[in-house]
């Protein structure tokens, strides 16, 4: 066996997942068929509960110095073609941080290879193939073809995943027939921005702020930078485009000729990019030593998503793949794996899926929807319910065993905590992604149960201000995994925090 763990692809998914490998002690063998980092703008930035997990992780610092930005939560989101204002919110739901995806990726294969990662570039994987014992990958290196054996592999191969395929594992879904292009511009003196932000043309007159529907399609601006306009046409065409073929200046004019029935003077021209929309789910994350991460395991029918779920991904299943290697994880652990993260990609394709009906449809029944929905949205419950489904905060893991606190599954809150060290915080405790059993009440019959175990989870007592439990048992990817009533007699506790630590990290030594 050549290595333990191979991940084909060095995007976000793939990337995160080096990382989280390396700190659960297994170094992987990353393939990434392009030579060089990515220079094709995808991603503007990203969203949802992967900031929160990256804050948890310490690498926040890192992407708010790379952005130049701060890190906050966002004022707003589209919601297919519903704009959902957060602005009002004391707390508001959807975290974002406004790094390119270039920029991302340089940074997390950056923290990866300082982890210990080894990332091969110009390396393509042809196929796929494994048997009880091993998984073989066929590579076309810079110095011909070879071929790679692991106890595990991961695809972590986008949308048109060679993986996925060898592999044989359905992807169904919809491949929606439309072509979204994106260009971030400046504009020629010729064009008058007004002060209300509508555009004034030459030959074309007036086109309002945000998007306008014509016969051929939908043209759409909004400021994105001081002095740049981000610029989106969408056309019915035939989908499935390629995210990754770059788009010329002239396909992007074409395309705004077509939609608006008349040329629009560009000046500058700062990124161009093209996307399609499809709504799929890979039947199956895993597949004996194969698995699926990221957009090859689903594709959402809607922006701003998608390197929050691959990377989410890939903190869940790396501490599990990495339980396997070592030798210690319970049965069934790696195929939560597919339980969880399927369900949470289900989630996620049901509300791109509704974004879709709302911003397709073009009749007066749409339209009504449309209106009925911005009306629920005045109340700050269905805001926060829509924001906490786009960040994927909502969905909740179930966790085996007698536990029916209300936290276990959830993601575990970021508690100040007062420790007699100093003060710290549940982020402060996963830096290192070690399982953490926090004792938030000095209960000394959980400690002791949770002793055992002590070489594979790190114990910490502390008092926090508003306590949510007697006590929190949080998983590597800051799940927690079972949590102890206030006041939960001891007898019963330490049974099920003993039931608890079983089922998730295996046998006491
Ligand atoms: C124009 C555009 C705008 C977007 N905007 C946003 C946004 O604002 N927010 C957001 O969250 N998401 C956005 N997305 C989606 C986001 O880019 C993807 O969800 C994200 O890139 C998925 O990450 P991934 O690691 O799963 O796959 P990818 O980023 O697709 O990475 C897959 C990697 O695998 C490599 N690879 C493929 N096949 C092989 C092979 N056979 N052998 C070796 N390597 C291989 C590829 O070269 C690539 O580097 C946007 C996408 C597009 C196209």
């Known amino acids: 066996m050549d290595t333990d763990v191979i991940i084909v692809g060095a995007g976000p998914a793939g990337l995160m997942l080096a990382g989280e490998l390396c700190l659960a002690g297994v170094r992987p063998l990353v393939l990434e068929r392009q030579p060089r980092l990515r220079q094709t703008p995808k991603a503007n930035g990203f969203n949802g509960q992967i900031v929160e997990l990256m804050r948890y992780r310490g690498l926040l610092d890192l992407v708010e110095a790379a952005s130049g930005r701060p890190i906050r ?6 919601f297919g073609g519903v704009h959902l204002d957060f602005s009002q919110l004391a707390d508001p739901p959807l975290w974002a941080a406004p790094l390119p995806q270039p920029r991302l990726e340089r940074l997390l294969d950056e923290h990866a290879r300082e982890l210990g990662a080894g990332i091969h570039r110009g390396h393509e994987v042809a196929g796929v193939s494994q048997d009880d014992a091993m998984v073989a990958a066929n590579v076309r290196g810079p110095d011909g073809a070879y071929q790679v054996t692991a106890r595990y592999l991961v695809g972590c191969d986008g949308a048109h995943s060679r993986v996925r395929g060898t592999a044989g594992i359905p992807f169904p879904g919809t491949t929606y027939p439309e072509v979204n292009r994106l260009g971030q511009v400046t504009l020629p ?14 030959g074309l007159g007036r086109i309002r702020a945000g998007f306008t529907r014509t016969d051929r399609g939908v043209f759409g601006f909004g400021s994105l930078t001081a002095g740049a306009l981000l610029i989106q046409t969408t056309e019915d065409e035939p989908g499935n485009v390629d995210d990754d073929a770059p788009m010329t200046l002239t396909e ?13 003077p560009l000046g500058e021209v700062i990124r161009l990019s093209r996307y399609g929309f499809q709504a799929r789910q ?58 969880e993260r399927h369900l949470a990609g289900a989630r996620a394709l049901l509300q791109t899926q509704a974004q879709v009906a709302l911003r397709r449809g073009d009749d007066p029944a ?3 929807l449309g209106d009925l929905f911005l009306e629920l949205l005045a109340d700050e419950q269905p805001l926060r319910r829509m924001g906490a489904l786009i960040a994927g905060t909502d969905i ?39 399982p953490v059993l926090l004792d938030l009440a000095d209960r000394q019959d959980l400690r002791e149960t949770a002793r055992d175990w002590r070489h594979r989870i790190d114990i910490h007592t502390a008092e926090t201000d508003h306590r949510p439990a007697d006590a929190l048992l949080i998983r590597p990817d800051a799940h927690i995994a079972w949590a102890a009533a206030i006041g939960e007699p001891a007898g019963t506790a330490a049974l099920a925090l003993r039931e608890a630590l079983s089922s998730w990290f295996g046998t006491p030594r």
């Open 73 to 78: 939560p966002a004022a707003g989101a589209p």
């Open 189 to 202: 003196d010729s064009v008058t921005r007004l002060d209300n932000g509508d555009l004034d043309v030459p």
């Open 252 to 264: 992007f004019q074409d395309s705004i000729r077509r939609v608006l029935g008349a040329d629009l």
């Open 282 to 339: 890979a039947q199956r994350y895993r597949d004996n030593r194969i698995l699926l991460a990221g957009d090859a395991a689903h594709q959402f029918p809607a922006t701003g998503i998608g390197i929050n779920f691959g990377m989410l991904d890939a903190v869940n299943l790396a501490w599990k793949l990495a339980a396997v290697i070592s030798g210690w994880a319970p049965p069934g652990l790696l195929d939560t794996y597919h339980r």
């Open 366 to 368: 749409a339209q009504a």
């Open 396 to 434: 909740r893991y179930p966790m085996p065993g007698p536990s029916r606190h209300a936290l276990a599954g959830t993601f575990a809150p970021d508690l100040t905590l007062h420790t007699e060290q100093g003060a710290t915080s549940v982020a402060g405790l996963m830096h290192t992604a070690r």
